[in-house]
């Protein structure tokens, strides 16, 4: 569905309106001043530094050749301060963790300057500190920003916590809302089969059977 | 960004050292010719022997410029190809360029003796072989953007650009084994490559054509830099995969293309300077690597060439065996320093 979203798939039925224009009315460049993505895929080119690959993110607004005007390059330096990426910015790709890979990935979307980032599982291959600390960076940066931060991950628990709504995703009947509403309707306790995990209402997280 | 200006001190070095090389490549010769003379001649005053000014202004300068030119077209097209099939082992014949042109050298040249009286007329000249290679690696690049067109998938057109190569390659083999001796002696000698048969007709040809190939690159470059990211990113950031896709193809065809059907298809230099770039620059931004493998290919090129003329004597070695033995001791040289592949 993300995918559909950021127009790297067709659409199997239905149409996207962004902004009251339906999304295949966008050309490319148009586009990529609206959507900016996060995705699970791996770059391929690991020896570029961080500001290097943040200073890609403004490739919709540079000239033919991509030389970054002052704009550009202030744009990418607030983003660095935004995530906090002082420290690491002329460090090579291949030289990060790959919680630090994540959030330079989140600044080079960032840097974009588009209305809307869409993240693809964005705390896969993370621990739990760094989890918490992606997700509520996306918080901050919805606030801070103003944008529409769309994600879609597994972490149901954190999401609950830190999410403003959520689309529950299930074959027969999928339901969207703030995180309390939905645990009202109960849309979490059916989620899964219940012969190993149940849902807990009061504290709006997941238990597992003993 | 890293700008091209952080690296003014590597390229000043490395154009100095090209024009040194190209003195130098000038100077020597199977024929002894003074440095004072070699000055003199290149600024049209006239030598003590009329043949020296001859020799330097008719063979050498131009076998020098087509060096530079062969160096970088195949340094340049390697990097594309590098970059947006994303594999080290791509090179700028990976879509069967070369053994598109080997195929149309291969029938013209061994053909003949087969379909006897089709060929028979023509003279074996280096021009009629020239459009022979153009024929052949049109061709197959022809079927190339057919299939382009119905695949997605970048890796698969790699996949099919080889397999092409392999049909191509067998037919030549079969070729070769019903032909006679000397046809397949004289397909051998093409095949080794060679700088020195060009005029300078044909060498203002060849400028034109790299010329277009050189704007068709530095057009791309802002795609090249988003193909980093990965195909899906590059999308994401307002890149039109299809139309960089079609206009990156187009370059390397018409830059290694040109090269083959006038020098044959001269191996290595294609796939070893973007890495040996890469190692000495230690960047992956286009802005840089561009220019610099495009210097780095003509000074290989130039070294390879005077290697392989064994000054002061009348030997003159294949080019194609001298880019390897010169070259590729250089990369492992690199890997080994380095410990680490930058890719």
């Known amino acids: 569905m993300l995918r559909t979203l950021a127009r790297v798939q067709p659409a199997l039925s239905g149409d996207i309106t962004l902004k009251n224009e339906p999304l295949h009315t966008y050309t490319g460049i148009q586009l990529a001043t609206e959507i900016s993505v996060v995705l699970t895929e791996h770059i391929p080119a690991k020896n570029l530094t961080v500001i290097e690959l943040i200073a890609l993110g403004r490739q919709p607004y540079t000239n033919w050749v991509g030389t970054l005007s002052q704009v550009d390059k202030q744009k990418v330096n607030e983003a660095i301060s935004l995530i906090g990426l002082e420290t690491i910015k002329h460090k090579k790709c291949y030289e990060l963790s790959d919680g630090q890979l994540q959030r330079v990935m989140i600044a080079r979307a960032l840097s974009q300057d588009t209305s809307i980032i869409i993240l693809d599982e964005p705390t896969t291959h993370l621990d739990i500190y760094h989890k918490a600390y992606v997700l509520n960076l996306l918080k901050r940066i919805a606030r801070e920003t103003e944008k529409a931060i769309l994600f879609s991950t597994h972490e149901i628990d954190m999401a609950i916590q830190l999410c403003d709504k959520i689309l529950v995703l299930d074959t027969e009947n999928s339901s969207f809302g703030e995180p309390c509403s939905l645990i009202e309707k109960g849309s979490f306790q059916h989620l899964f089969p219940g012969d190993l995990v149940s849902f807990d209402s009061n504290s709006g997280t997941f238990k597992i059977n003993k | ?343």
């Open chain 2, 1 to 343: 960004m890293n700008s091209l200006k952080s690296y003014r001190v590597q390229f000043i070095f490395i154009i100095i050292l090209l024009c040194a090389c190209f003195l130098i490549n000038i100077s020597l010769g199977s024929v002894h010719i003074p440095l004072k003379e070699v000055f003199k001649s290149l600024f049209g005053e006239s030598t003590d022997h009329q043949s020296w000014q001859y020799i330097i202004i008719n063979y050498r300068l131009p076998k020098a410029v087509t060096a530079i030119l062969v160096g970088m077209s195949l340094s340049i097209s390697g990097l594309l190809m590098q970059t947006i099939f994303r594999n080290p082992l791509a090179g700028p014949f990976v879509l069967g360029i070369s053994s598109g042109a080997s195929l149309g050298v291969a029938i013209f040249i061994m053909g003949s003796s087969i379909f006897t009286g089709i060929f028979a007329s023509f003279m074996i000249s280096s021009v009629s072989t020239a459009i022979a290679a153009t024929l052949g690696s049109f061709i197959v690049l022809f079927s190339i953007f057919v299939v382009a067109n119905k695949v997605r998938d970048t890796m698969a057109l790699l996949i099919i650009g080889l397999m092409f190569g392999s049909i191509t390659a067998s037919i030549v083999n079969v070729l070769s084994y019903f032909t006679s001796k000397e046809k397949l002696q004289q397909y051998i000698f093409w095949s080794f490559g060679s700088l020195g048969n060009l005029s300078w007709d044909q060498v203002y040809l060849l400028i034109c054509m790299v010329f277009i190939g050189l704007v068709l690159t530095v057009i791309s470059i802002k795609s090249l830099n988003a193909f980093l990211l990965g195909e899906n990113y590059a999308r994401s950031i307002g890149v039109n995969l299809k139309k960089s896709r079609y206009l990156i193809i187009t370059a390397t065809s018409i830059l290694a293309g040109s090269i083959t059907a006038f020098a044959g298809p001269i191996a290595f230099i294609g796939l070893a300077v973007p890495h040996l770039t890469r190692q000495l620059f230690n960047t992956q931004n286009h802005h840089v690597l561009i220019p610099a493998t495009a210097l780095y290919g003509a000074l290989l090129m130039l070294i390879c060439d005077t290697v392989a003329q064994v000054p002061n004597s009348e030997f003159s070695l294949p080019i194609n065996a001298i880019t390897s033995i010169v070259g590729a001791p250089v990369i492992i040289w690199l890997l080994i320093r380095k410990r680490k592949m930058i890719f």
